[in-house]
């Protein structure tokens, strides 16, 4: 055993020597990197002491950035502009370590499929990618999809979780009870329980849904009715309406501007388009303040009884909808013709399911937010040529809420050569804290601009940057939210050769080792060779220490 150790100890040296080439030589990987830039996770063979492990990173240049906690591996900090799967070679070929791999990203899982037996017979929700989106996001039960319609079976067994109380203003009692089925089905089409085992699916897993009964229960509904519903959802907390219903006659400017308000409180309004199979105005989804909804079969066509037109912003699903009907108290049937009534569901779901990802809580309703929410909706539908934006994609729009871009511009004191195509990095860490939680490389473009992205990183955290040469500048308390960090603004301080964030000896030793030469690492200041200014720039700052 003590042999063999030895021998490692040997190879040790060898690779440290060719990997000192790649820490400081390394060409830039492209953003975004398939693993962590600059980390290897190793696991050494055969027992060794804790001095041999860290004489070991010593030779191979390498930092200890955190031992396994469950399995008997360390993850290593190389220079992050190297080529981490030559670097994670040529440990694997010193026949030191059972294995060495470069800190590979993990895909996410890419299906979520509920328990709900009905599921099955409900191919909108994969037509949409629904369970694609589920796997990564299902919603938060304290955000409230406000149902305008009819009511709700309010004992439905798939329905019953997930109902607040609500309010009946067609008979103006507090029981929000369906007399005629219509709100049940809309209903259970965005917010049915999910996963529990019993009849369908719904769009949004979690979140609440708040029924409110517009009609009477001999089926007239009236202007004043709606106007108490819009007003009532919004001070009820609702984050998003769904109004499948509507008018040829231009409901008039109390039901616009009642709308107009529930926007400006930060509420997300989806209508049903109409199923007038003609381009012509349907109230209230024509005001631009609702999210107008068209109705699409599951080959991607229009559904021919669908409101269509450049007004109408997308389409969604109405046929085969299987959703919860008012017959009994766990009753179900496929789509008897709701058409665009129940396309519009499937949006204020997606409405629900995003907005409790931009938002920092539930009483974080504001317009910014249901901006943000609707553009989600919108940027991400599947062009098609009978609506503005196109056909919904709940995972489309899920990945872009997850997705959040950072953006800024670096200067470099005393660079004097084109940012152009120099390396950026972008480290994300816990508030106030040190650990690199993720990490992004790209590059600079000529005015030192950058934007890279984070994936699954919503919330308050710290941001440190650096370019290439430089020191990390840090960025407290950013809001990881689409559309995202913008506007970050920064000095840095050259003078880090090698990528430790302190600017020493080490450096000292890069600028000199390497005098005269065009190695572009270590041309701290961009002129194109290593020289007397480069040497400067690490004896001026000589000491510091990055944030
Ligand atoms: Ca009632
Ligand atoms: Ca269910
Ligand atoms: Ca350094
Ligand atoms: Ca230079």
Not at 265 to 279: C, L, Y
Not at 331 to 360: E, H, K
Not at 504 to 512: H, I, P, R
Request: charged share 15%; hydrophobic share 40%.
């Amino acid at each position: 055993m003590r042999g063999t150790a030895l021998l490692g100890f040997a190879l040790c040296v060898s690779f440290g020597q060719a990997l000192a080439q790649y820490g400081l030589r390394g060409r830039l990987e492209t953003s975004p990197l398939e693993y962590a830039p600059g980390q290897v996770i190793v696991q050494f063979r055969g027992v060794i002491t804790p001095a041999q492990r860290a004489w070991a990173r010593q030779v191979a240049g390498a930092q200890l950035v955190e031992r396994g906690k469950y399995y008997d591996y360390e993850l290593w900090q190389f220079n992050p502009y190297a080529d981490m799967r030559k670097v994670a070679a040529q440990l694997q070929k010193s026949g030191w370590f059972e294995f060495a791999e470069p800190n590979w990203r993990i895909e996410l899982a890419s299906d979520w499929i509920p328990n709900d037996p009905l599921f099955a017979q409900q191919p909108a929700l994969p037509f949409i990618n629904a369970p694609q989106a589920w796997a990564l996001w299902r919603g938060d039960e304290n955000f409230i999809m406000a149902i305008l319609d009819t009511g709700a079976r309010l004992d439905h067994l798939d329905l019953q979780p997930r109902l607040l109380p609500g309010y009946d203003f067609g008979n103006d009692d507090a029981s929000p009870n369906d007399p005629f089925g219509h709100g049940t089905f809309v209903t259970g089409i965005a917010g049915a329980a999910t996963n529990n085992g019993r009849g369908v699916a719904a769009v949004a897993p979690n979140g609440k849904i708040l029924p409110v009964k517009v009609f009477t229960d001999s089926g007239s509904g009236f202007l004043s009715d709606l106007l108490d519903s819009i007003g009532y959802a919004v001070a009820q907390g609702a984050h998003v309406i769904n109004l499948s219903l509507g008018s040829r006659n231009n409901l008039g400017s109390a039901v616009q501007s009642a709308l107009n308000n529930a926007w400006n409180a930060g509420v997300v309004i989806v209508a049903a388009a109409g199923n007038e199979a003609n381009t012509n105005p349907f109230y209230p989804a024509w005001f631009p303040v609702c999210i107008a909804v068209a109705a699409c079969n599951l080959n991607g066509t229009r559904s021919s009884p669908s409101t269509y037109g450049s007004w109408v912003d997308v389409a969604a699903p109405s046929g085969d909808v299987y959703s919860t009907t008012r017959d009994s108290n766990d009753s179900y049937a496929r789509d008897r013709g709701g058409f665009t009534s129940y396309a519009a569901p499937f949006v204020t779901a997606q409405a629900a399911l995003l907005y409790a990802l931009v938002a920092d809580s539930p009483t974080d309703r504001s317009v910014a937010r249901a901006r943000a929410v609707r553009d989600l909706i919108e940027s991400t539908a599947t062009p098609v040529d009978y609506v503005a934006r196109g056909i919904i994609n709940l995972r489309a729009s899920v990945e872009k809420a997850l997705t959040v871009p950072v953006r800024g511009y670096v200067y470099m004191e005393g660079y004097r050569g084109s940012y152009n195509g120099r390396a950026v990095e972008v480290v994300l860490r816990p508030r106030g804290g040190t650990t690199a939680l993720a990490s992004r490389t790209g590059t600079l473009d000529s005015f030192g601009g950058f934007t890279v992205s984070f994936f699954n990183y919503l919330g308050y955290y710290d941001l440190a940057v650096r370019a290439q040469g430089t020191l990390f500048k840090r960025v407290a308390n950013a809001r990881m939210r689409y559309p995202g960090v913008s506007d970050l603004d920064l000095i840095l301080t050259l003078g880090d050769v090698n990528g430790d964030n302190r600017i020493n000896d080490g450096d000292l030793l890069q600028v000199l080792s390497n005098f005269g030469t065009n190695n572009a690492t270590v041309d701290l200041n961009g002129d194109g060779v290593v020289n007397d200014a480069d040497l400067l720039l690490v004896l001026l700052n000589f000491g510091a220490v990055g944030e």
